[in-house]
């Protein structure tokens, strides 16, 4: 049996837990959350044991790994209380807010021995893994042009009712930081290393002290350049669309579909459209459809059976946050970012 902790209550922990419930020999260990009310209703609802200390849960046994889901500005710091109590972590998007909190992770979780994980479900769903092993086998030839397009909305409840969303001190910046970072762990995934943006983020529509719409033109060190549009502002919201160019031809994903594979010698073959997830994330941030999480959740446990490397680790999830951090800082300062990927 695995025994699994839930740090957080809100949103995404009833998709951790759902998750998790959903594989066999996983049981609900214990629950974290501030609010009290609703981590017992949740608790009560999917097992586990309440507590009402962050120390009382993190010494609760047996327990062999934590799946973090509170404000993406706590995660580093509660991921580092948690991994020196020998506690394997699986942390939501992003990882932290910062490279200088994540690196502190990653230290903390290597010093201890435990694994540490990010969830990204788009690197496990199979359209977009398919599409992955296209690009890896070379398929559509040497890269030349990337574009991906989040044009989302969220109402103004969305932050309005929220006390950390589009803070800078707990969501760490707005569209891009909350909803375009799985994109930009993506395009990195699928495409390497960017190492030159220029951006400009704007608050257009809501009353919050972040950017909810963004661009940025991105530099890949294959010589292949992107193009990055992200928002929550755009009425009423559109599937997220990405498109890869090689030399051999193009490849479209919406949502997390594959929808054209136009390739010079029509490899690629069709999708299987049932495989794509039912979550509405083009309008709203809840994860009904709970089959990305689980995969994820499904690795990172192989991960610690075989003291492998989760699809998603800590070093994988920095990268994201790197980017994301380098497109604020050309917004603001109005030049073009260089970034020093740590292989070159
Ligand atoms: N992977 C995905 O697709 C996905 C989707 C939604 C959210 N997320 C991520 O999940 C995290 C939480 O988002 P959400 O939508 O569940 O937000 P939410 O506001 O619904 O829930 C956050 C919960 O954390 C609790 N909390 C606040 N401070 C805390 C603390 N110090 N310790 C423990 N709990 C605390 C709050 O009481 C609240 O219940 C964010 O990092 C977000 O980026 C990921």
């Not at 594989?23 to 009560?44: F, K, M």
């Not at 993190?58 to 790994?65: G, N, S, V």
């Not at 991906?148 to 969501?171: F, I, M, N, Q």
């Not at 603001?332 to 260089?338: D, E, F």
Request: charge should be negative; include cysteine.
């Amino acid at each position: 049996m695995t025994y699994v902790g839930i740090i957080g209550g809100g949103n995404i922990s009833v998709t951790h837990a759902r998750a998790a419930l959903e594989i066999p020999g996983v049981e609900l260990a214990a629950w974290y959350g501030h609010n009290q009310d609703r981590t017992r209703r949740l608790s009560e609802l999917y097992g586990g044991t309440l507590h009402e200390t962050f120390q009382s849960f993190l010494a609760h046994r047996p327990m062999d790994l934590v799946l973090i889901g509170s404000p993406s500005g706590m995660h580093a710091e509660q991921g580092v209380l948690a991994a020196r109590q020998g506690l394997h972590l699986l942390v939501e998007k992003p990882l932290d807010i910062t490279t200088e909190r994540i690196d502190l992770l990653i230290n903390e979780c290597h010093q201890a021995g435990v694994k540490l994980g990010v969830f990204f479900q788009d690197r496990v769903a199979p359209d977009i893994r398919k599409l992955k092993e296209i690009l890896d086998a070379g398929q559509a030839g040497k890269p030349i042009l990337v574009s991906g397009s989040v044009k989302w909305y969220r109402p103004p409840e969305y932050y309005g009712d929220s006390r950390w969303r589009g803070t800078w001190a707990l969501d760490g910046g707005g569209a891009l930081m909350n909803q375009g970072v799985h994109t930009v762990d993506l395009l990195l995934w699928l495409m390497g290393d960017v190492t030159r943006v220029s951006a400009k983020a704007t608050t257009a529509f809501h009353d919050i002290e972040v950017e909810d719409t963004v661009v940025a033109t991105l530099e890949f060190a294959s010589g292949a350049v992107g193009v990055l549009q992200v928002a929550t502002s755009v009425y009423p919201g559109y599937q997220r669309r990405v498109e890869v160019t090689g030399s051999e031809g193009t490849i479209i994903l919406e949502h997390d579909r594959i929808v054209a594979t136009d390739l010079r010698d029509g490899l690629g073959g069709p999708t299987n459209p049932s495989e794509s997830n039912q979550n509405p994330s083009a309008t709203s941030a809840q994860v009904s459809d709970v089959s990305g999480h689980r995969r994820i959740l499904e690795d990172f446990l192989r991960a610690i059976e075989t003291n492998g490397t989760p699809v998603c680790d800590g070093r994988e999830g920095r990268r994201s946050v790197e980017l994301v951090q380098a497109i604020y800082e050309s917004s603001s300062t109005g030049q073009s970012v260089k970034l020093h990927p740590p292989n070159i």
